[in-house]
């Protein structure tokens, strides 16, 4: 795994693309706070970058890093949920302007999955983590049923067995600082 993380790391500095798995599906991944690399993103899910992006932290100290105000509540649905769960803030800071949406909020996740954490807190910013298919296209549950354009368009696919078979997308919820909570995906 060691080899793995520091070959992503690697991709990550030169402002490349991984597929990685994470918490949820495998993942299209690349340094949230380098707008080029953000853009490749975009241009390879065919999608425009009006659409948000999700991000991924470490855990609770990278999410303050990148949030101007963390609600209380946020703490609390990290903690008791029982899926990964991916929540819209407002006011994200130091991330690269084309992830944020525009209405300047950002999804961000505290990854729960021990390959993820260790490549982030080594990386020590948040990585991008978008579904691994063109946009518009089912989302791949599994390795095997990754697009070929996919597989072809990043620079680097970690070499990890599917440890998911049960993956789904996260759960997405949007706290807004002024205290009401929308659930958009459950």
Known sequence: MTEEINNCIKELKAGNLILYPTDTVWGIGCDATNPEAVKKVYALKKRED????????????????HVKEVPEVAYDIIDLATKPTTIVFDEPVGVAKNLIAEDNTLAIRVAS????QYLINK????????????????TPNRFKDIQPEILKGVDYVVNLQDQNNDASPSSIIKLSNDGQVKVIRE
Do not use: Y
Request: net charge positive; hydrophobic share 40%; with cysteine.
């Open 123 to 138: 990386f020590g910013k948040p990585i991008v983590s978008t579904s691994a298919n063109i946009s518009g296209e089912p």
């Open 50 to 65: 009006t659409k948000a992006l999700i991000c991924l932290v470490a855990h609770q100290a990278m999410l303050e890093r």
């Open 113 to 116: 999955d021990k390959f993820c």
